[in-house]
Nanobody, 124 residues
Framework: QVQLVESGGGLVQAGGSLRLSCAVS????????MGWFRQAPGKEREFVAT????????YYADSVKGRFTISRDNAKNTVYLQMNSLKPEDTAVYYC?????????????????WGQGTQVTVSS
């Protein structure tokens, strides 16, 4: 049973920063492609970022490119999302997800396991 637990969400002013963490247990973490998604009220869950098994390759949604950074520590079974220059439109519940894919992927359907989500609220 693979479990993902996010942490690090909260309330921040526009222009501020937050770092989300996602701890993974129950299987070999380094075998998974990891991703971050988010869902704002009344909207579909959307892709934010993903990286490869090694963490060497990362891909981002255009809306966060240059502001967010995904990274992973395979020794700690943890993936991170560093969020800088936050905007009110970044307000959402953020989810981490794990995929059995061999390459980074950005579709919800490509991910096999999901965390419960953590709320990020950016005030103007």
């Amino acid at each position: 049973q693979v479990q993902l637990v996010e942490s690090g969400g909260g309330l921040v002013q526009a222009g501020g920063s937050l770092r989300l963490s996602c701890a993974v247990s129950g299987h070999t973490f380094s075998m998974y492609v990891m991703g971050w998604f988010r869902q704002a009220p009344g909207k579909e869950r959307e892709f934010v970022a993903t990286n490869s098994w090694s963490g060497a390759n990362a891909y981002y949604a255009d809306s966060v490119k240059g502001r967010f950074t995904i990274s992973r520590d395979n020794a700690k079974n943890t993936v991170y999302l560093q969020m800088n220059s936050l905007k009110p439109e970044d307000t959402a519940v953020y989810y981490c997800a794990a995929s059995n894919s061999r390459v980074p992927v950005d579709r919800r359907s490509d991910y096999d396991y999901w965390g419960q989500g953590t709320q990020v609220t950016v005030s103007s």
